[in-house]
């Protein structure tokens, strides 16, 4: 069965952002790769990590090695795909809980370097935080900002025959925000090959999750349920929801398949792909004004069902077609 794709939008990818951009005055999104105060941290970077590189890299080398003992026989394939591929977020967080609580007794040599040079950093005060991005306008990815450096330990995931770790400025790193969802459309549909398809099937949680990823092979999701996406949705209020939203209304073939598909789950479905797009977009205005992005017991009651909902869109194969 072959659906046609609908086009929620197509733009152009923005070129390197500045330091100024990744340091602009307003708050972090979860996971968001921008630096708050930049002087600060350069001085901090060139003091503690810039004279160690080497042996920084040397540890995040050992690290990602002590890692793989773990993670590759946990899940050696994903998607059909061998580990390392496609686990830059399970490897990212691995070494997020490790280091959240290292302990260095087994380093010797390069590695117990490293890891000196940044355990003082930290307690001079310095960042390190685990961020997710745009690298390049081609991949969304997961690293670490150490001060204003990037720091990759998850750097062959799309490409396995690429070193395991990458360090190098993050002004010169092309590893920045996702501005808005057009943003994410962009990158999902080059990263994954997906077809995308604006959210006009489940009205009710379209202002948070306003597009459906078809992925060959995987299966259907909505998107994203990502902490950042969530949050990026809320901070604007769900003006970059509508942007996708607007697109036009989807199929019939289409809306008749997704509803099918979720036929006798609970969840409230439109009678008619136009009148899915109208209750989507009156949803995005409606929560606009009631300000319903301060509720936050709303917020993860719409996280719970958008997870429940692509519990059951992943069973769907994407017999989808461009």
Known sequence: MQHQANDPGSMALAPPLSPADLCAERPLLPNE????????????????????????????????ADLDR???????????????????????????????????????????????????FLAAGGTLRQVWGDLRGEYFQNAFLAGTLYIDISNDTVVASKPKVEIRPFAEARFGPVRDHLHYVAIARRYWSAWIFPNHILPDLAHCFPAITAIPGVGLQLES?????????LSDGFRGSEAVLQAPPLSA????????????????????PAAGRALALQTCETHRRNRWQE????????????????????????????
């Open 33 to 64: 790769p921008r630096v708050r105060d930049w002087p600060r941290e350069q001085e901090l970077t060139e003091r503690h990590l810039l004279p160690a590189l080497a042996q920084l890299e040397a540890f995040f080398l050992w690290l990602r």
């Open 70 to 120: 773990t993670l590759c026989p946990a899940a050696p394939v994903k998607r059909g795909k061998p580990y390392p591929l496609g686990q830059c977020l399970e490897i990212s967080l691995a070494a997020k809980a490790r280091l959240s609580a290292f302990d260095a007794s087994a380093l010797r040599g390069a590695p117990a370097q490293g890891w000196a040079a940044l355990a003082a």
């Open 225 to 233: 349920t990502s902490y950042y996406m969530i949050a990026l949705s």
């Open 253 to 272: 073939d289409l809306f008749g398949f997704l509803r099918h598909s979720l036929a006798g789950h609970g969840v409230a479905l439109p009678s008619s």
């Open 295 to 322: 509720d936050r017991t709303a917020i993860g009651a719409a996280l719970q069902s958008a997870l429940a909902t692509n519990r059951r869109l992943s069973q769907v194969e994407a017999r989808l077609a461009a």
